[in-house]
């Protein structure tokens, strides 16, 4: 892993996780505590370094823990209400389908549950390939988390709106609903654009996982021979 990839995936934790912990304040107002008056927010600002640094690591963790939540519950279900048939990637079951429409005249024998295995072989041969299309991957699950996270904000600006009626409640519930849709199908697309990536790069190595699979244990067995 290089210190650019790490930075870009520590990244689609921490900017979900920022709109988590925003969120999370909006829901400790809405049930009646204004934290924004009763923590000594004039001492901490001034100490700046002793403020952000706790606020990026709370960040950071919620936005791991979030995305069990958002990727188990919130976009299996939305998945499973749109997606009737039973495969378990279906964005997989996509991605695939497209490379075999973009090369009619190629056998391709993968599975879409070969995609993992796939993945990591391509990272043994081709790093750099590897951590370019695990970019898609990272967008996908920072996008997802923001889809999540706006359309809780929605929910909150909704009962805000419902308690004390009010046209900027009510514009940011619908924009942040809006929002939240925009950035679910987005996240879907790039999904489907990740696994697209990872079978037309296997093409290099072959037909099928075994064929891949046994192209990388003959490089692997010719350098040893070198």
């Not at 609903?177 to 990740?194: C, G, K, M, N």
Request: charged residues 15%; aromatic residues 14%.
């Amino acid at each position: 892993m290089t210190i650019n990839f790490g930075i870009y995936d520590f990244f689609s934790y921490l900017i979900p996780g920022i709109l988590y912990l925003f969120t999370f304040g909006k829901l400790l107002v809405t049930m009646g505590w204004n934290y924004t008056e009763t923590l000594p927010w004039e001492q901490l600002i001034s100490s700046s370094v002793i403020v952000i640094l706790p606020i990026v690591a709370c960040a950071y963790v919620l936005g791991h823990l979030m995305d069990v939540i958002t990727n188990r519950v919130f976009f299996r279900t939305i998945r499973k209400l749109r997606n009737r048939s039973k495969n378990t990637f279906p964005a997989a079951a996509k991605a695939l389908e497209i490379q075999k429409e973009a090369h009619p005249n190629l056998t391709i024998q993968y599975d879409e549950k070969d995609w993992f295995l796939l993945f990591n072989l391509i990272a043994q041969r081709n790093i750099n390939l590897s951590q370019y299309i695990d970019k898609y991957g990272a967008d996908s699950l920072m996008l997802r988390n923001i889809s999540l996270g706006s359309f809780l904000l929605s929910i909150l600006q909704f009962i805000s709106y419902t308690d004390a009626p009010s046209s900027i409640s009510l514009l940011i519930a619908i924009s942040a609903l809006v929002f939240s849709i925009i950035a679910y199908s987005q996240s879907e697309d790039i999904r489907t654009w990740y696994f697209s990536s990872i079978f037309e790069a296997s093409l290099e190595y072959g037909l099928s996982l075994e064929e891949v699979v046994k192209y990388n244990h003959v490089k692997q067995g010719n350098k040893t021979n070198e």
